[in-house]
DNA sequence: CCTACCGATCGGTAGG
DNA sequence: CCTACCGATCGGTAGG
């Protein structure tokens, strides 16, 4: 059955193209011709544009969902939000393509894939918080509005998605220590 | 004569749209309805909807342009620094709603704006890392990729325009002080 | 500034 | 998986 191997096919090459072009500047015309298919074969595939996105945006959900479970709440804060920031370099850099639909392109969902997926990331970006406010009440962050500082770290790892390529002058190890220190330095009191 | 108000006008709403619902997604019916215009009246204020983008994209890279050609360059890298991170969080907070267009959707300009426009943000780009490569010469700024000081810093603010209102419970003050604390502390030997 | 309309392109379906 | 095709919507123009 090639039906399955077909299917992830269509969505690496969608998420591409909504990385290059955007979502709604992409046409499933686009999209037969990345794979070499007409337009109508791709709906033996697939159940719409949209589900694709869908697809996309709620692996990477997934993802961050199943790293954030991954840390030990025991664990200081400091070392929580390293690991969390470890997390995000690793997806941007390893899944280069599909970031983007997940950082830009999550708004063109339809209801209710829309509201699930604000949803997720809400609960997401509350565990974050609370770390990051736990470390400001330890004395281990210095003291600052927590929300300024959580926003700050989440999109300071977005440029990665379109400029990190594998095998490019700097490699993910550098490029993981150096931003992780960067931030650090700017957390720690 | 009632054209270059409107021109504004159509501007403005345009900006916000674009941001909303992003540059491909918003049609002329759209921006039309929001102007409470007839979709064909529009033509009479605006060339066409890419020119729109256009002079959206191209004023904000002015402005950052003079912003640029503000600093001092004998002043301190650390300085130096310090007043364009002011200068990104000022236009982020200040201009709300075309600062995304000019950061995700100038990629949808046409030739030959879409390479002029490149090519200004490159100039841009050059000058900036140029005074962190400076300061982590001088000592001032711990050893680090330059390229990667630059990006994480340039993609640190971009939250603001997604998420900064005015009048919310964290005024502008507040939030550049934390800000710029957060970043030179991390770039600070 | 509007009514009326254009050709092109869109996402998707029918039917084999 | 393809040929053939659909109604809807797109950016934009003609003409007043």
Redesign the interface.
């Known amino acids: 059955m090639s039906s399955n191997s077909q299917h992830r096919r269509i969505k690496v090459a969608a998420a591409q193209l909504f990385r290059d072009?955007?979502?709604?500047?992409t046409s499933m015309r686009d999209l037969a011709e990345a794979v070499a298919l007409k337009p109508s074969s791709l709906y033996n595939h697939i159940a719409s544009k949209e589900a694709l996105l869908r697809d996309i945006c709620f692996e990477h959900a997934h993802h961050f969902e199943r790293g954030m479970a991954a840390i030990n709440p025991a664990d200081p804060p400091e070392v929580q939000i390293r690991q969390l920031l470890r997390l995000h370099i690793q997806i941007a850099t390893q899944d280069v393509t599909s970031v983007m639909a997940f950082n830009?392109e999550w708004?063109?969902l339809n209801e209710p894939a829309l509201s699930e997926f604000r949803s997720l990331r809400k609960t997401y970006e509350q565990r974050f918080l609370s770390i990051l406010e736990a470390g400001i009440r330890s004395g281990a962050f210095?003291d600052?509005?927590p929300?300024?500082?959580l926003?700050?770290l989440?999109?300071?790892?977005?440029?990665l998605y379109d400029?990190f390529r594998p095998g490019r002058q700097?490699e993910v190890e550098?490029?993981e220590a150096?931003?992780i220190?960067?931030?650090m330095?700017?957390?720690l009191a």
């Open positions: 072009k955007g979502y709604a500047a830009d708004r063109h210095r600052m509005t929300s300024l500082a926003y700050t989440l999109s300071s790892v977005r440029w400029w700097i550098k490029v150096e931003l220190d960067l931030l330095k700017g957390l």
